[in-house]
């Protein structure tokens, strides 16, 4: 598991807040999910950081025409391979909610190939980008693109990472408990 040595001990924030950029950025969340989650909940001691966040995976989400299916697979990926405990378990759960079939989402889990060869593709190129830090090799790219991607998905993978690598190193730092929505698909590195 990949969590910082010393946590930070901030605390979990909440919409009640008494800061009022901590309170708008939570509210908004709360208005459109129904919850604050444990991440979003430490990520607002920084709003500018939990607005980037957000910003960030909605672009990912609205922009990058992956299906739901590809979409989990590259956000899963990323956080499997930065060993994010908290991640992992909300994108299985979320996968799961969006018919990603368990043993795609299993198989990424748990490090094993996936049954699927467009998104064996995807996550291989994906695990690959994060595992060079943005500098795949000539083959892994040329990999992918065979697969029938193009060149701009590299981008939307590029953005995930982004997105991804932001709630993956505040969860790190923060050690966050995974919140009970997310706690029947949780994992270990």
């Avoid at 709003?47 to 922009?63: D, H, K, M, N």
């Amino acid at each position: 598991m990949a969590e910082a040595e010393r946590p930070l001990s901030l605390p979990a924030r909440t919409v009640d807040d008494p800061d009022p950029a901590i309170a708008a950025v939570l509210t908004g969340v709360q208005a459109k999910t129904g919850a604050v989650p444990n991440m979003y909940a430490r990520m607002a001691n920084a709003p500018g950081l939990l607005q980037a966040y957000l910003g960030g995976i909605e672009a990912f989400r609205s922009g990058s025409g992956f299906t739901p299916a590809e979409q989990e697979t590259v956000l899963l990926t990323i956080s499997r391979a930065n060993g994010c405990t908290y991640c992992v378990a909300a994108h299985s759960t979320l996968a799961d909610r969006n018919d990603v079939p368990t043993e795609i989402t299993d198989a990424i889990r748990d490090g094993r190939p996936i049954p699927d060869a467009r998104l064996a593709a995807l996550s291989a190129f994906t695990e690959a980008f994060v595992e060079t830090r943005g500098l795949p090799t000539a083959a892994q790219t040329d990999d992918f693109l065979r697969a029938g991607f193009t060149e701009t998905d590299i981008l939307h993978i590029l953005l995930a990472v982004s997105a991804k690598t932001i709630s993956n190193y505040t969860n790190h730092l923060f050690h966050t408990p995974v919140d009970p929505a997310f706690a029947r698909r949780a994992w270990q590195d």
